[in-house]
């Protein structure tokens, strides 16, 4: 069982760089490409650093950072694009939360079709 957190993927508007973790490359191409848009978008927007991180249950989050002296970033328009994306996203998000719980977790996949 994982003792930390995991990051899935990462924007920063500082570095202009996206990461991916490779343990995460299995996932289907469409995913990956959603979750770089995603992210990007974010950054673009609001600035600062966001990673989409599991934690050792499993539960995604949406961790946003900034430089200190970041006067551009926007931390109301931070708050309101997570919350979007929560509700934009919510099917995918909870995939990928499924997806780390059977795939890395080794936890029963309970869903019933």
Request: hydrophobic share 20%; glycine share 8%.
């Given at each position: 069982m994982y003792e930390e957190k995991i990051v899935l993927c990462c924007s920063n508007k500082?570095?202009?760089?996206?990461?991916?973790?490779?343990?995460?490359?299995?996932?289907?191409?469409q995913i990956k490409d959603e979750?770089?848009?995603m992210c990007v978008l974010y950054t673009e927007d609001?600035?600062?650093i966001l990673s989409l991180e599991f934690d050792e249950e499993g539960n995604l989050s949406f961790v946003v950072t900034s430089d200190e002296g970041d006067l551009l970033f926007d931390e109301i328009g931070s708050v309101l694009k997570i919350k979007q994306?929560?509700?934009?996203?919510?099917d995918l998000l909870e995939s990928l939360e499924t997806y780390f719980r059977v795939f890395f977790l080794g936890e029963d996949d309970d869903i019933n079709y």
């Open positions: 500082y570095e202009q760089k996206y990461y991916l973790n490779e343990d995460f490359d299995s996932l289907p191409q979750l770089k848009i609001v600035g600062g994306y929560q509700e934009d996203k919510k």
